[in-house]
């Protein structure tokens, strides 16, 4: 059927792994992946709508794919993840070409949704936006490597960050069995994987909502790092992303004890300002962020922490806007995602009076990518002399060198005889604010 497809993913690392099933779901329906959308019979976008620049670069996309689909009628258009969630109808009167859509708890459903599609004398798109009950985190994946793997361990967030329109998309929060996981996990290095990354919204409340429901075993996300530790032949665990709120001195003693459990917290702060952090419902002060890196800092030799900041925020003034450059100066971080706050219809901050001028937002923002990127300058001349253990991945940039990444999670461009797929000591050369450079 239409032999070829083409998927063009956005957004955050939950929207890659989704993506990874979308392949396994076309190829078990006999497609076969195309590069280029010119080239493909079923055109498939797997959207972000976290803020207003990923709609604007989606609508550019499908700019292309309704040409394409005005040149061959029998061509199909379909769009996953959270824009069509977000808007459901208002999604196909906006893009009367899309064949079907549907929303991150529907991905099982793809298949029937390109029948569907298919099918002669239906009439109008089809779309799939119910709170499905079914976990998609145990579909099979179409990894890109076969030494690494993403492992989906909760589903959704319960937060309601004020600003956030995540809770309204992916529904609330769930956690997978430890049981199913560990399984899994298992059966990952079996097939060859020494890498896992564990996601989702809010790791580190990981079975909290199992414990609620009645299962009072159910591990907490320091007990999973000890029983996916314990798994013979995985050399490293990584995770994203953690809530302040939610990080407990049992997992920085994990993240501390665990051989196999890589030194790097992603760990948004969002702002430094007390009544901003309020006002975004994040549940913890600048002063009390401040504590746990230090936690992590004292407990985690070369930890590197990064982080997540919004500038903008409704109401946020100039005093308010210093509170997070001072917090930034005192956390020290490794890098960062800086971006200008993107109000979210049907989300509260949206409502908020006092939105911040947009070029007073983007002035911020520039600021707080000054410093950070000085930050992270820093952070990896550091290295420079020193020793990495480094999981080669591919071919640098260039295709001169071999590029992996350290258990920092610092991309690392290596000089010598290496393997994809190997891990290695490098001896550290050189460093710019992204990369790290050396040689075996
Ligand atoms: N669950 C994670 C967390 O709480 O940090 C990440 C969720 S979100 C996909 C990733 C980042 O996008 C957030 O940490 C936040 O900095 C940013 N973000 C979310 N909503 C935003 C908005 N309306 N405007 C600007 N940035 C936003
Ligand atoms: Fe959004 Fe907050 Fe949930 Fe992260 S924790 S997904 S920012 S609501």
């Given at each position: 059927?239409?032999?070829?497809?083409?998927?063009?993913?956005?957004?955050?690392?939950?929207?890659?792994?989704?993506?990874?099933?979308?392949?396994?779901?076309?190829?078990?329906?006999?497609?076969?992946?195309?590069?280029?959308?010119?080239?493909?019979?079923?055109?498939?976008?797997?959207?972000?709508?976290?803020?207003?620049?990923?709609?604007?670069?989606?609508?550019?996309?499908?700019?292309?794919?309704?040409?394409?689909?005005?040149?061959?009628?029998?061509?199909?258009?379909?769009?996953?993840?959270?824009?069509?969630?977000?808007?459901?109808?208002?999604?196909?009167?906006?893009?009367?070409?899309?064949?079907?859509?549907?929303?991150?708890?529907?991905?099982?459903?793809?298949?029937?949704?390109?029948?569907?599609?298919?099918?002669?004398?239906?009439?109008?798109?089809?779309?799939?936006?119910?709170?499905?009950?079914?976990?998609?985190?145990?579909?099979?994946?179409?990894?890109?490597?076969?030494?690494?793997?993403?492992?989906?361990?909760?589903?959704?967030?319960?937060?309601?960050?004020?600003?956030?329109?995540?809770?309204?998309?992916?529904?609330?929060?769930?956690?997978?069995?430890?049981?199913?996981?560990?399984?899994?996990?298992?059966?990952?290095?079996?097939?060859?994987?020494?890498?896992?990354?564990?996601?989702?919204?809010?790791?580190?409340?990981?079975?909290?909502?199992?414990?609620?429901?009645?299962?009072?075993?159910?591990?907490?996300?320091?007990?999973?790092?000890?029983?996916?530790?314990?798994?013979?032949?995985?050399?490293?665990?990584?995770?994203?992303?953690?809530?302040?709120?939610?990080?407990?001195?049992?997992?920085?003693?994990?993240?501390?004890?665990?051989?196999?459990?890589?030194?790097?917290?992603?760990?948004?702060?969002?702002?430094?300002?007390?009544?901003?952090?309020?006002?975004?419902?994040?549940?913890?002060?600048?002063?009390?962020?401040?504590?746990?890196?230090?936690?992590?800092?004292?407990?985690?030799?070369?930890v590197s922490i990064t982080t997540d900041l919004i500038a903008g925020f409704p109401g946020e003034t100039e005093v308010d806007f210093e509170a997070t450059l001072d917090l930034v100066r005192e956390a020290a971080f490794d890098a960062a995602f800086t971006f200008v706050?993107?109000?979210?219809?049907?989300?509260?901050?949206?409502?908020?009076?006092?939105?911040?001028?947009?070029?007073?937002?983007?002035?911020?923002?520039?600021?707080?990518?000054?410093?950070?990127?000085?930050?992270?300058?820093?952070?990896?001349?550091?290295?420079?002399?020193?020793?990495?253990?480094?999981?080669?991945?591919?071919?640098?940039?260039?295709?001169?060198?071999?590029?992996?990444?350290?258990?920092?999670?610092?991309?690392?461009?290596?000089?010598?005889?290496?393997?994809?797929?190997?891990?290695?000591?490098?001896?550290?050369?050189?460093?710019?604010?992204?990369?790290?450079?050396?040689?075996?």
């Open positions: 059927m239409h032999g070829r497809y083409y998927l063009r993913s956005f957004g955050c690392q939950m929207n890659e792994h989704d993506a990874e099933r979308i392949r396994a779901l076309l190829e078990a329906e006999g497609l076969e992946r195309a590069d280029e959308p010119d080239d493909a019979g079923v055109l498939v976008y797997n959207t972000c709508t976290v803020r207003k620049s990923a709609d604007d670069r989606l609508a550019g996309h499908l700019g292309t794919a309704a040409r394409l689909k005005r040149a061959d009628p029998s061509r199909v258009v379909l769009v996953t993840g959270c824009l069509p969630q977000a808007e459901q109808a208002g999604f196909f009167a906006r893009f009367p070409f899309v064949d079907g859509a549907l929303g991150p708890q529907n991905l099982r459903r793809l298949p029937e949704l390109l029948h569907a599609a298919v099918e002669p004398g239906v009439g109008g798109p089809a779309g799939y936006f119910e709170d499905g009950e079914h976990f998609s985190g145990s579909l099979s994946a179409r990894r890109e490597r076969p030494y690494q793997a993403w492992v989906q361990v909760m589903s959704g967030c319960t937060n309601f960050c004020s600003y956030c329109i995540v809770p309204f998309v992916r529904g609330p929060e769930r956690s997978r069995p430890a049981g199913e996981l560990v399984g899994e996990v298992r059966g990952l290095v079996a097939d060859g994987v020494r890498e896992v990354t564990l996601l989702g919204q809010n790791v580190n409340a990981y079975g909290g909502d199992l414990r609620r429901g009645g299962e009072e075993d159910a591990p907490s996300f320091a007990g999973l790092l000890r029983s996916l530790d314990a798994v013979e032949g995985l050399e490293r665990v990584r995770f994203m992303t953690s809530h302040p709120k939610d990080l407990g001195d049992d997992l920085v003693d994990a993240i501390a004890e665990l051989p196999s459990v890589c030194e790097h917290v992603h760990l948004p702060a969002q702002a430094g300002s007390d009544r901003v952090l309020r006002a975004m419902r994040r549940g913890y002060t600048a002063a009390e962020y401040l504590e746990r890196v230090h936690a992590l800092r004292a407990a985690v030799p070369d706050y993107s109000p979210r219809q049907g989300t509260r901050a949206a409502d908020l009076p006092d939105q911040v001028p947009p070029e007073a937002r983007r002035d911020r923002v520039e600021r707080l990518i000054e410093l950070t990127q000085r930050q992270a300058l820093a952070s990896r001349l550091a290295w420079v002399g020193r020793r990495a253990e480094v999981l080669v991945e591919g071919l640098s940039r260039d295709g001169l060198l071999h590029r992996g990444r350290s258990r920092q999670n610092v991309t690392v461009n290596v000089a010598g005889a290496v393997e994809p797929g190997a891990i290695v000591t490098v001896d550290i050369t050189a460093a710019t604010s992204t990369t790290l450079r050396g040689s075996v």
